[in-house]
């Protein structure tokens, strides 16, 4: 069993993704799906995904539940609702409710967006993340370095909920640095409600000339940090291919994780995001 723990899909005829913006992204400013993604990931022999939010616009939610329910691949969504609206509850209610409810299994914001590195311990938006773990949901972060720390904050706060860090937090490979976003890091997985994704690593390098050898001191410290049965792969396709095919960044997650265990990398590409996701 392998499960990609991380990918998208927009159709650009149904709504603009306002965030390909600039020639680096026009690769992606084309629709990209389920059909398209599903033989490249059956290749790399991905059984089970996971379709995380894109946009922060309402409808895109019920849109990816109706796709999960329809189709054999994903087995579980990250969605977005407004963190801060009055109703938290209900309509996390309302979303499991609707066809395909049962395959949410977490809430995003795009909090790298946030101008203010706080965001996440607003009293508004922290009501919200108690009304996600209430639900029985996690909750991915999707952050820059420097808002690690308040994502620490955060997981002290709310012990009952799980954080999901995508990416590892972006660090700054192509600049080849490694302080303080290790740090950081290290303080995040000092709490145990605490998970991260080996995911969008490719495009934080040089999209051109990255080698898994630049990738390597960054995953190591996520393992050394999270140990994997804290790890979970993602592919973050189709975001991936602006740097490599699905299959290169599988093969290079492969190839980073060698040395774990069997039982360590099964953990990595299922288990954990099985146990995190309720998959």
């Given at each position: 069993?392998?499960?990609?723990?991380?990918?998208h899909?927009w159709?650009?005829?149904?709504?603009?993704?306002?965030w390909?913006?600039?020639?680096?992204?026009?690769?992606?400013?084309r629709?990209f799906?389920?059909?398209d993604?599903?033989?490249?990931?059956?290749?790399?022999g991905?059984?089970?995904t996971?379709?995380?939010?894109?946009?922060?616009?309402?409808?895109?939610?019920?849109?990816?539940?109706?796709?999960?329910?329809?189709?054999?691949?994903?087995?579980?969504?990250?969605?977005?609702?407004d963190?801060?609206?009055?109703?938290?509850?209900d309509?996390?209610?309302r979303?499991?409710?609707?066809p395909?409810?049962a395959?949410?299994?977490?809430?995003?914001?795009q909090?790298?967006?946030e101008?203010?590195?706080?965001?996440?311990?607003?009293?508004?938006?922290?009501?919200?993340?108690?009304?996600?773990?209430?639900?029985?949901?996690?909750?991915?972060?999707v952050?820059?370095?420097?808002?690690?720390?308040?994502?620490?904050?955060?997981?002290?706060?709310?012990?009952?909920?799980?954080?999901?860090?995508?990416?590892v937090?972006?660090?700054p490979?192509?600049?080849?640095?490694?302080?303080?976003w290790?740090?950081?890091l290290r303080?995040?997985a000092?709490?145990p409600?605490t998970?991260?994704k080996?995911?969008g690593?490719?495009?934080?390098?040089d999209?051109?000339?990255?080698?898994?050898?630049?990738?390597r001191?960054?995953?190591?410290t996520?393992?050394?940090?999270?140990?994997p049965d804290?790890?979970?792969?993602g592919s973050?396709?189709?975001?991936c291919?602006?740097?490599a095919?699905?299959?290169?960044v599988?093969?290079?997650?492969?190839?980073?994780?060698?040395?774990?265990?069997?039982?360590?990398?099964?953990s990595?590409?299922?288990?954990?995001?099985?146990?995190?996701?309720?998959l």
């Amino acid at each position: 069993m392998t499960v990609d723990a991380h990918h998208h899909v927009w159709d650009l005829s149904v709504r603009d993704q306002d965030w390909i913006r600039g020639p680096e992204l026009k690769p992606l400013r084309r629709n990209f799906s389920l059909a398209d993604l599903e033989p490249e990931a059956r290749a790399a022999g991905v059984d089970r995904t996971v379709l995380v939010q894109t946009v922060t616009v309402a409808e895109e939610t019920p849109e990816f539940l109706a796709l999960a329910a329809g189709h054999d691949l994903v087995a579980g969504v990250v969605g977005w609702t407004d963190l801060t609206r009055p109703d938290i509850g209900d309509e996390l209610a309302r979303l499991r409710a609707l066809p395909g409810g049962a395959f949410l299994k977490g809430i995003r914001h795009q909090v790298q967006s946030e101008p203010d590195p706080q965001w996440l311990l607003r009293r508004d938006v922290q009501r919200g993340l108690t009304a996600v773990a209430a639900a029985g949901l996690a909750y991915d972060l999707v952050v820059l370095p420097h808002q690690l720390p308040a994502c620490a904050e955060a997981a002290a706060r709310l012990p009952h909920l799980t954080f999901v860090l995508d990416h590892v937090g972006k660090p700054p490979i192509a600049a080849g640095e490694h302080e303080p976003w290790a740090s950081a890091l290290r303080a995040l997985a000092a709490h145990p409600n605490t998970v991260a994704k080996l995911s969008g690593l490719v495009t934080e390098a040089d999209p051109a000339t990255w080698t898994t050898a630049d990738l390597r001191p960054y995953t190591d410290t996520a393992l050394e940090a999270f140990g994997p049965d804290r790890l979970m792969f993602g592919s973050d396709w189709p975001v991936c291919t602006l740097a490599a095919s699905y299959g290169r960044v599988m093969d290079t997650a492969r190839a980073l994780t060698a040395e774990l265990s069997d039982d360590e990398r099964a953990s990595v590409f299922a288990g954990t995001a099985t146990r995190v996701y309720r998959l």
